[in-house]
């Protein structure tokens, strides 16, 4: 479905990051892409959806199927450079919340892109 992520049968855990972000900042983006590409490559990534506004409140959600996959991530060494990073330069505000999905319900109209 493009933007959704394409997540298992449940049971997973989301991964709830929402922000309030500071000026535009170049390299932000770029840490922001590069941060995406590399958890998508760790072991039990499931997929994940982002937005974020022109006011710069922003969410993204992570999937994962595992509470160690979601430790994993938290201390890779690259993602806590990129943490700190944002406490002293991106960030106004956030918050990571982590829930159990214990249940989906998805839908795509007909002729929607995959």
């Not at 298992?8 to 500071?22: D, E, L, Q, R, T």
């Not at 992570?62 to 991106?90: F, M, N, P, V």
Request: net charge neutral.
């Amino acid at each position: 479905m493009g933007f959704l992520a394409d997540t298992p049968k449940p049971p997973y855990y989301a991964v709830i990051f929402s922000s309030i972000k500071g000026k535009y900042d170049k390299e932000y983006e770029h840490t922001a892409e590069r941060m995406m590409n590399l958890a998508g490559g760790q072991p039990g990534f499931l997929g994940a959806e982002s937005v974020r506004e022109e006011n710069g409140c922003g969410i993204t959600v992570s999937y994962w199927d595992s509470l160690e996959a979601i430790k994993r991530w938290k201390d890779h060494t690259d993602h806590q450079a990129a943490k700190q990073k944002g406490k002293s330069a991106w960030y106004e505000a956030y918050a990571v919340r982590i829930t159990k999905t214990e249940s989906q319900r998805m839908f795509a109209s007909k002729g929607a892109e995959d």
